[in-house]
C-alpha cells in the first residue's frame, strides 16, 4: 500500500512531458508561490477594452499571485484608476509568442454574474494592425450570467461579433466553476481546433481561397489569462457586486508544438 502511495503522489508530481506527437516547448506550473513568473508574465494595465468595470493592475497581489500550486486571478470590489474593481490581466508577450502549435491551459472558473474570464491570444502586431482585421483566437471564454456555457471563437475583418459574423462554437461544461478542465487549441496551417477534456467542440478550417481577412492566423500570437467584470458582454444581465472576490484559477499553462 505505502509503494502505490509513493507511486500516486510521483505521478501527480510529475513535470510536464512532451505528447505524442508533440514536443513541450513552454510551459508555467505554478510551483513557486509568490509573484507570476516574471520570465514568462507580463501585465496589462488600467482601463482596457470592451467598458468592462475593472481596472487591470500590474505585480499587486491581491489582484495576480501563485499559491498553492495554482495562479490565481482575483477579482476585487474596490475602486481604482477610474474602474470599480481590480483585477489582472497576465499576457506571455515578449516571453512566449507561437505561430501555430497546442495550447493547453487547466483552469476552474468563477461563477458570479457579471464576471468575464477568459484564455485567449492576440498577434503581436495588433498595435500596428487595427482589430479586427489583426485576428483574435479566443480558447475559452465564459460569461458568469450564462453559467457553465464555454466559447472558442476566432475574430477577423470578414467575422466578427461587431458584424455578428463570427467563427464560434459552445460546449456546457456544468461544472466549469466548480472544477478544473483542461481547454486546448491545436493551431496549424490548415486549420483551428478547439478541445476541453480532450473534447473536440470546434473546428475551424483555413478554407482554399481564404485570404488575410478571413484567415490572420500566421503569424505570431501570445497568450493572454483575464477575469474581466462587466463590459459589453460579460455585464448584459448586470454584477452581482456582493458576490466579490472572485477568482479564475489555473493549474498550468503547456505549449507545445508539432514533432518534425
Known amino acids: ?7 500516486w ?11 505524442p506527437g508533440w ?17 514568462k508574465w507580463g501585465y496589462e494595465k488600467g482601463l482596457i477594452r470592451n467598458n468592462e468595470k475593472q481596472f487591470y493592475t500590474e505585480k499587486r497581489p491581491e489582484n495576480a499571485r501563485v499559491a498553492d500550486g495554482k495562479l490565481i486571478i482575483e477579482a ?10 481590480t483585477s489582472a490581466s497576465l499576457i506571455s508577450r515578449g516571453h512566449g509568442e507561437w505561430a501555430s502549435g497546442r495550447i493547453e491551459v487547466k483552469a476552474k472558473l468563477p461563477a458570479a454574474r457579471g464576471t ?22 479566443d480558447i475559452m471564454e465564459h460569461v458568469g450570467h450564462d453559467p457553465g456555457v464555454i466559447h472558442g ?14 467563427r464560434s462554437a459552445t460546449l456546457s461544461v456544468p461544472s466549469a466553476s466548480s472544477e478544473f478542465h483542461t481547454y486546448s487549441m491545436e ?12 473534447k473536440t467542440y470546434a473546428t475551424f478550417d483555413h478554407k ?39 477568482r479564475m484559477e489555473v493549474d498550468y499553462v503547456r505549449v507545445y508544438q508539432k514533432n518534425p
Open 1 to 7: 500500500m505505502k509503494l502505490l502511495i509513493v507511486l
Open 153 to 166: 471563437t476566432l475574430h477577423c475583418e470578414a467575422f466578427n461579433h461587431i458584424k455578428h459574423t463570427q
Open 23 to 39: 514536443k513541450l516547448v513552454w510551459s508555467d506550473e505554478f510551483d513557486h508561490p509568490g509573484a507570476p513568473d516574471p520570465t
Open 187 to 198: 493551431w496549424s496551417a490548415e486549420r483551428i481546433v478547439m478541445h476541453i477534456d480532450g
Open 76 to 85: 476585487r470590489k474596490e475602486p481604482m484608476g477610474g474602474g470599480e474593481f
Open 208 to 246: 482554399p481561397g481564404d485570404t488575410i481577412a478571413e484567415w490572420p492566423f500566421d503569424k505570431p500570437f501570445y497568450l493572454i489569462l483575464n477575469l474581466a467584470i462587466g463590459g459589453a458582454w460579460g455585464g448584459q444581465n448586470g454584477v452581482d457586486e456582493g458576490a466579490f472576490p472572485q
Open 9 to 19: 503522489l510521483t505521478i501527480l508530481a510529475a513535470p510536464a512531458a512532451d505528447l
Open 116 to 137: 468575464w474570464p477568459a484564455i485567449w491570444m492576440l498577434p503581436t502586431d495588433h498595435a500596428k494592425v487595427p482589430w479586427p482585421k489583426c485576428g483574435e483566437i
